[in-house]
């Protein structure tokens, strides 16, 4: 997609300095304006990273949704560094939902990705 320079930053603005889908920071060059449709999101126009790029290909982001709730079996059937890791208990796999960040930059401009603030912590709870 063609986009002046201006309009570029200012995409790469509208979501943070971040990639519309998985929420990496960007790089100042290296990523792509990326046509999704207003159905998902103002101006029907996303800043992707270079890997969700690659990743997703040509797919709708409901269809890169999809093939993305794959990884993790595909990761462990094919994977023996993924397999061995999860027998040694060097990680785990949780089942999330997938959201994109695109979806959470939008309605709440306090998101920040730290595992910290993940839980609420609840004072009252503690005693
Ligand atoms: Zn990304």
Redesign the pocket.
């Given at each position: 997609m063609n986009l002046s320079k201006r309009k570029r930053e200012a995409l790469r603005e509208q979501f943070r300095g971040c990639?519309?889908?998985?929420?990496?920071k960007l790089p100042s060059r290296e990523w792509h304006a990326e046509f999704i449709g207003e159905d998902y999101v103002k101006g029907g126009i996303v800043a992707?990273?270079t890997?969700?790029?690659s990743t997703k290909g040509s797919a709708s982001p409901e269809a890169f949704r999809e093939l993305l709730s794959q990884q993790v079996e595909r990761a462990q059937r094919h994977s023996v560094n993924f397999r061995t890791a999860l027998r040694f208990g060097l990680c785990r796999v949780k089942v999330s939902p997938i959201v994109f960040?695109f979806e959470r930059c939008e309605s709440s401009p306090a998101v920040t990705f730290s595992p910290n603030l993940a839980t609420p912590h609840n004072p009252a709870s503690a005693a």
């Open positions: 990639c519309a889908f998985c929420g990496s992707v990273c890997e969700c790029r960040w």
